[in-house]
């Protein structure tokens, strides 16, 4: 059988996309390690960076373990928890926090973890849950106990995502 | 852009392919009638949904209760975001009906594509920087999400410059079209990148399984803004498709007359 | 104004500076091929 021209540059391009595809698929499989971020605090004990080398720690800040203050010279210091669920690293940095740094709040820090356990973070990035809200809303929630933000992610989205809130009264 | 090549170029009617399915969409003459009364109709309808989309996502829709009011970059980045994958796909799609049909029309498609893709693509990664320095408290950060969509920026540029840097237009094209099939790879990158990998960048909210994770208050204005921005993408990528083809009528038109007053002496 | 409304103002500008600049590019060249091929005789207009 012989192909008409047309369908061998299409049988080509079928056969290299092929090749490209799982080659592609390939090399991010098997550096996926390479690829993160940041790790987890259950994560840190299997790799162990070790005292002398900064990375990127991330999780949940956890609910409670907020503490700001201000360092000797007058810049503001906050120390607190990040959690995976399974571990905890307790954290202590000298900087503005970003806006949407709070508790249950998703943050991502580089630093370096001491022999104490502590670690020292130079940055604190916050990241945002992939939740949009307007502020009466959040406000219903938590007036009505279905959520708590300090304890991490809002209720389906479908239960928020149309609703129409009073406009919360001041002084009430 | 619009210096005519040195070579001659493709002559587009005569080799118009015959037959019917896609290819009766190849003639350029019935695609110049066709679009013809279609663009002023598509600016008119670009303006007036942008318009409305903008006046929406500034003044109209709320903040979010803890972003503020820096919620309202959302509405460009996102459309920007899909605008630059959505582009790219229909720019993959144009070169494979380049190698494959050798679709004169696809050509150029992909030529007068890549500057606007470029442009969104750039919109995207400055309207996320502008949102994320008040919001993560960093400009940049190279997880994989945002090192994906540099590296679509740079596959637009790229293709852009690559269609331009030959003397023959169709070597220009051929080279633009594979480097714009090997590109497309990156798209499910892209996309995925926030869920194979843990990133920086927050994972979907309005095409996830389930409810979008956007109030409809929000959700409302950026479709209308995604639908506006596009309708404005298609316009302008459609007149410069279209001036493209009447430049290359236009050549072999001069050609033409050369050649008959030279006849005619 | 504050900080956030300035980011907000940027990212707006910017999108409106490169939408605008490129539909006007693109709405001049169109113009003028128009124009450019209408000078032409009908009989090479057909030729292309």
Partial sequence: ?172 | MSTPAPSSPRPLASTAPRGGGLHRFANPGRFLRLTDRLLPWLWGLAAVVLGAGTAWALLFSPPDWQQGETVRIMYVHVPMAWLAMGGYAGLAVASLMSLVWRHPLADIAARELSPAGAMVTALCLATGSLWGRPMWGTWWAWDARMTSVLVLFFLWVGHAALVRAFDEEERGARAGAILALIGAVNLPVIKWSVDWFNTLHQTASVTRIGAPGMHTGMLYPLLVCTIGFTLLFAALVLAQVRAAVMERRLRQGQLAQARRQEGAA | MTQHWWHVAIAWGLAALGFGIMAWLAARRHAAAKRRLALLGPRERRLG
């Fill in chain 1, 1 to 172: 059988m012989k192909l008409s021209r047309k369908r061998r540059r299409l049988w080509i391009v079928v056969l290299a996309g092929l090749g490209l595809g799982t080659a592609t698929a390939l090399t991010l499989t098997a550096f996926q390690d390479n690829l993160v971020f940041f790790l987890a605090p259950s994560e840190i004990a299997g790799k162990n960076p070790g005292p002398e080398r900064a990375f990127r720690l991330g999780g949940l800040v956890e609910a409670g373990s907020l503490v700001k203050d201000t360092t000797a010279d007058g810049r503001p210091e906050a120390r607190f928890r990040v959690t995976d669920g399974p571990a905890t690293v307790p954290v202590t940095y000298v900087g503005v926090l970003p806006d949407l740094f709070r508790e249950g709040q998703g943050v991502v820090t580089l630093g370096k973890l001491g022999p104490d356990g502590q670690f020292r973070a130079s940055e604190v990035l916050a990241r945002h849950d992939e939740t949009y809200m307007p502020p009466e809303v959040a406000a219903a929630l938590k007036r009505t106990g279905h959520w708590d933000p300090k304890n991490g992610a809002p209720p389906p989205a479908a239960s928020w995502n149309t609703m129409e809130p009073a406009p919360a009264r001041q002084g009430s």
